[in-house]
């Protein structure tokens, strides 16, 4: 049996006394590297497993689109073959209905009214052609029916590539829990540093924090011989595994999907083997770029984040926020477990609980998967429990202007170009997004080049032309060197906040009609540019363009 913790202020004191802060498992190094080799191939396995799902879920969504064609042309057959058997059927009810004489108009003609034959003649026709247009419309009608069983078994062939396809992504969510339910403790631990990417100082500390206090709680756990049971085992507190006992909250009442165990002469609280995976995945995205609609595993926004750290514990949780929050398992912040859905801002900022009022979530604020308290929250999910029978009612609005992702509000005027608490030049390359070749951009504004380059090409038949971007200190030095009077001193350029471009093919002359585009459309796009470097400014540079209004 597997257990796990919850770092919460009733469990915290528990594991402070277990392992002193700072302390890491013991072992020798070449069990280290043993774990370190376990956690990097179960990472790989995870991370094919969800491509995997992902994969599956695209062609479900065009196996779906199929389906609901074909039930469209089978509901359009039915509609034919009543039409045509409400004709056939009215025809035949006429032709019953009629008299011999109107059946058969032969059967008026008279010898002793020779003047009556032409009428009789023409009935007669008349009633022939009835008769052909009967027989046609029974022909359509058999037609249709033929028409409505081809439909009806497309449908029954869309209906079972549906089914199939469903089949396989549920395979690969069972998959996915088996190897969540498999993985060691102590891989667990080591899966939680294996791709974190550096922070600012202060970010760096968070986050170091919250990895090392997760690590220290599952190296309790490893030393005791605890390890975490499936959530399918955890779902009802009267029928817990052997050695647990049902978790209560401050008013004594059962807490649904975790429980409490024994570690030494302690308490601990328990969660499922899949909280693990899913937190430890987490934790180990610290650092890497928030990217608007990111679901990883370079770059990730706040649903993205959580939709795939608990994808990789093998659930299907949408990657938007606001989905979420409305297919989840609500439970009350007061019942706050590690691993729940912690949702701010009428739920379009999530982050994943960590314990001591922290959640590691994507910022669009910070710019980048970071460690940072719980602000605001207004609401919680947790995913191991049983979705909604109805869809969880709208969160209260949040903060009034703020975006997606916790974004600030847009600025009235020009804003300071420091992000990320990076000094100017020294923003590391993994907080960064590429736009091509050798250049990179802070992640939204490689967002908005790499959309001004496709309208680029699209208006010239060519790609936009680049010689500059992030230029780090050592660069922007060189350059001040090299060209004293166009470089900025050293530590000030935009180009050292990954902010600014340099271009070229055209756009760097002034009068030319690529420069005229990008003065009438680069603004769609967030580039401007700053008033000393437009023509007739302090120091014209037609080819330099920034991200925003910046100082």
């Known amino acids: 049996m597997r257990l796990s913790l919850m770092a919460l202020g009733l469990v915290l004191p528990v594991v402070a006394g277990l392992m002193a802060p700072g302390t890491q498992p013991t072992g020798t190094a070449a069990e280290s590297t043993d774990t370190a080799g376990l956690a990097l191939a179960a990472h790989t396995r995870l991370l094919d497993g969800a491509a995997r799902y992902r994969s599956l879920q695209q062609d479900l969504a065009a196996r779906r689109t199929e389906l609901s064609a074909a039930r469209e042309a089978e509901q359009a ?59 046609v419309s029974v022909v359509q009608a058999d037609r249709a029916a033929v028409e409505l069983e081809l439909a009806t078994r497309r449908v029954a062939v869309a209906e079972a590539a549906v089914a199939t396809v469903e089949e396989q992504a549920a395979a690969v969510l069972d998959e996915l829990r088996t190897e969540a339910g498999g993985l060691r403790t102590d891989v667990a631990a080591q899966l939680a540093a294996l791709t974190t990417g550096p922070a600012a100082a202060a970010q760096q500390e968070a986050n170091q924090q919250a990895r090392r206090r997760w690590q220290e709680y599952l190296g309790v756990l490893a030393a005791a011989g605890i390890e975490s049971p499936p959530a399918s085992a955890l779902a009802d507190p009267a029928a817990l595994p052997a050695g647990l006992s049902p978790a209560l909250d401050g008013a004594g009442q059962p807490v649904p999907g975790v429980a409490w165990a024994v570690a030494g002469n302690r308490p601990v609280t328990v969660l499922p083997a899949e909280t693990v995976v899913a937190v430890s995945s987490a934790l180990a995205q610290v650092g890497k770029p928030y990217v608007p609609g990111g679901v990883g595993p370079d770059a990730y926004d706040c649903g993205g984040l959580a939709g795939t750290s608990w994808l990789l514990a093998g659930y299907a949780v949408p990657t938007a926020s606001g989905d979420q929050w409305t297919t989840g398992a609500a439970v009350p912040l007061s019942q706050l477990e590690i691993g729940d859905l912690v949702f701010a801002d009428g739920g379009t900022d999530v982050g994943i609980y960590v314990g001591e009022g922290q959640v590691v979530a994507a910022s669009a604020a910070g710019y980048q998967v970071g460690v940072r308290p719980v602000a605001d929250g207004t609401g919680a999910v947790r995913v191991t429990l049983p979705a909604p029978a109805q869809p969880n009612p709208a969160l209260p609005a949040g903060t009034a202007g703020r975006g997606p992702c916790g974004a600030p509000p847009p600025p009235v005027g020009p804003v300071s ?16 997004c590429s736009i091509g070749r050798s ?22 038949g060519k790609p936009l032309c680049i ?13 001040f060197r090299t060209k004293p009077a166009l470089a900025a001193v050293p530590g000030t350029s935009n180009h050292g906040w990954a902010l600014a471009v340099d271009l070229c093919g055209g756009v760097n002359v002034a009068g030319t009609v690529q420069s005229a585009w990008m003065a009438a459309n680069a603004g769609r796009f967030g580039f401007v540019q700053p008033d000393w470097a437009r023509p007739g400014g302090e120091k014209p540079e037609p080819w330099h363009w920034e991200f925003g209004l910046l100082t």
């Open 467 to 479: 010689t500059d971007s992030y230029r780090p200190l050592a660069a922007q030095v060189t350059a």
């Open 417 to 432: 170009p420091a992000w990320g608490g990076w000094s100017n030049g020294r923003i590391p390359s993994t907080a960064l």
């Open 77 to 135: 057959a039915q509609q034919q073959v009543a039409a045509a058997r409400a004709v056939v059927g009215a025809g035949a009810a006429a032709l019953y209905r009629a008299r011999a004489e109107a059946r058969t108009p032969l059967l008026r003609l008279d010898v002793q009214a020779p003047s009556s034959t032409p009428d009789v003649l023409r009935l007669t026709a008349l009633a022939d052609r009835a008769g052909r247009d009967l027989e």
């Open 439 to 460: 250049h990179a951009l802070r992640c939204d504004a490689a967002a908005g080049y790499t959309a001004l380059a496709d309208a680029f090409t699209a208006a010239f």
